[in-house]
């Protein structure tokens, strides 16, 4: 098995890199402290070409490979988690299902949009049906040729921003025998009366990423709003997940790989008993632990991505994926907070900021928990 990276990918690993240390990395603290969203970082992301990585050319994308755009967001969350958040949320969540389920006028309209830095939201979450993807209440009803929308949404990423353009929305259109319900995604755009995104802060992690609740009051929409067809939501979400998971385990990848570069770097300078501290067997065994497990969460994520790019099942190593990488950087932040000593809790160094987002790594888009059942429902268990 060949695993290295083709000229394409290594020039833009270190595109993607050289972009953060110099454009993200100056700022990171600054906008962290602030909880402040950057519309010019997110617009130098976009004129990267880091929106329309999944999107087709004749939509004005570039459509790499899975795995290319997995790289380019473990680069990022080298550095900062906020915007790799922004870009995966951008591209997994945002665009993908339109590129994936949409018409062609959907697809005209928004594409060409999205690939150039504009925004969109991917509505699932809400405050009774998180984990429970399946216990939606936001409703959609048919009358006449109008459908009516009501309901909310919550932490949605990318949804309340100056350049955010609309949200996806999940929601209930009616029941099946058995009383299964039956979910139709819609296209809501952003100015569309009685709908209305609203950003939520005093976050703990993802500080200057922008995350939103929405409220839907009696929203119009008509048939060429649905996204796909009626009925189809479901599968449309789960699907959408599924690649997601791959996005959110290159972010535990790319922050471990942070944590584990901050440790290291202060482990040889600071001095302690007259020599570095990475000297002292007992850390420098940790730092061995951490770079082990980095690696380890690389490698089954770029095989997922591999399993992906190529057509394959790849749900289970998805969610396996997701799990263990989110550990991994949980692992590794903890490392380099105990590294730091007294310095690893002053959010002046980085290793308090890795420490922090990671923890919505093992929440956001299926819990720790719900990959674990995923992974066992497929062990036949």
């Not at 490979?65 to 995966?88: H, K």
């Not at 109008?146 to 259109?173: E, H, M, P, R, Y």
């Not at 008993?273 to 490698?299: H, W």
């Amino acid at each position: 098995m060949d695993f290295s990276l083709n000229e394409e990918q290594e020039l833009l690993r270190q595109t993607v890199r050289e972009f953060a240390e110099n454009e993200i990395k100056p700022l990171r603290e600054e906008l962290d402290e602030k909880e402040e969203f950057s519309i010019p970082l997110t617009q130098k992301m976009a004129d990267l070409g880091l929106f329309g990585i999944l999107i087709p050319p004749e939509y004005d994308g570039m459509q790499m490979d899975y795995l290319s755009y997995c790289i380019v967001v473990e680069e990022l969350a080298r550095v900062d988690g906020c915007q790799a958040a922004t870009v995966a949320a951008g591209n997994s969540l945002g665009s993908c299902p339109v590129a994936c389920y949409g018409s062609e006028e959907q697809k005209k309209a928004l594409l060409p949009k999205l690939a150039a830095g504009k925004l969109w939201g991917f509505g699932l979450t809400e405050p009774n049906a998180g984990s429970d993807a399946g216990g939606t209440q936001t409703t959609a009803v048919k009358k006449s040729d109008k459908w009516i929308l009501n309901g909310s949404k919550i932490f949605i990423t990318n949804a309340a921003t100056d350049i955010t353009l609309g949200s996806t929305i999940q929601t209930v259109t009616g029941e099946r025998e058995g009383g299964k319900k039956v979910y139709t995604c819609f296209l809501v755009k952003q100015d569309t009366p009685g709908y209305s995104a609203k950003p939520m802060h005093k976050k703990m992690t993802w500080r200057s990423s922008n995350t939103a609740e929405i409220y839907l009051e009696d929203v119009e929409l008509t048939d060429a709003d649905i996204l796909g067809g009626e009925g189809e939501g479901f599968h449309q979400m789960l699907e959408t997940l599924d690649s997601g998971r791959l996005a959110i385990a290159a972010m535990g990848v790319g922050g471990a790989q942070g944590a584990l570069e901050t440790a290291v770097a202060y482990a040889k300078e600071r001095r302690q008993f007259g020599r570095p501290i990475g000297k002292f067997q007992a850390l420098a065994f940790r730092m061995a632990d951490m770079a082990t497990e980095v690696e380890a969460a690389r490698s089954l994520l770029y095989r997922a991505c591999w399993l992906k790019d190529s057509g394959r099942p790849f749900s289970m190593e998805a969610a396996m994926i997701k799990l263990y990488a989110s550990e991994v950087m949980k692992r590794a932040a903890d490392g380099a907070v105990q590294i730091l000593g007294g310095y690893g809790l002053m959010e002046e160094y980085p290793a308090a900021k890795f420490y922090r987002d990671q923890r919505l790594l093992e929440i956001g888009e299926g819990t720790s928990e719900m990959q674990r059942l995923v992974i066992s429902r497929k062990l036949g268990l």
